[in-house]
């Protein structure tokens, strides 16, 4: 099916990275998060900038626009912090119930 349609934009949020290319006449995304960055020693995947946000797209007949917004609200949490122990104590930190008000 792609190889008779070929996408003109692909899009990703996985590396918690704000990226944009040109690749073989696409445009390539990777999509900031709206979450975290992990950026304290950890390295860049893939050289994209470490900063959260989002991208809004809008799409209209054949063509499309692209959006970087990085609200003045949002709060750049690093969680690469959390890695140094590795990757046990944040996974360790992500199954243990939160403490809740009695």
Not at 68 to 96: E, M, N
Request: proline content about 7%.
């Amino acid at each position: 099916v792609l190889a008779a349609h070929p996408p003109r934009m692909i899009v990703s949020g996985h590396n918690h990275e704000i990226w944009r290319h040109q690749i073989d006449g696409r445009d390539h995304l990777w999509c900031p998060a709206t979450s975290f960055i992990s950026a304290t020693d950890v390295p860049y995947r893939g050289g994209g900038d470490k900063q959260t946000g989002f991208y809004d797209l809008r799409f209209s007949g054949d063509g499309y626009d692209v959006v970087l917004v990085r609200p003045d609200s949002f709060i750049t949490i690093d969680i690469g912090s959390w890695l140094k122990a590795g990757i046990g104590h944040y996974a360790q930190f992500c199954q243990s119930p939160f403490p809740r008000a009695e």
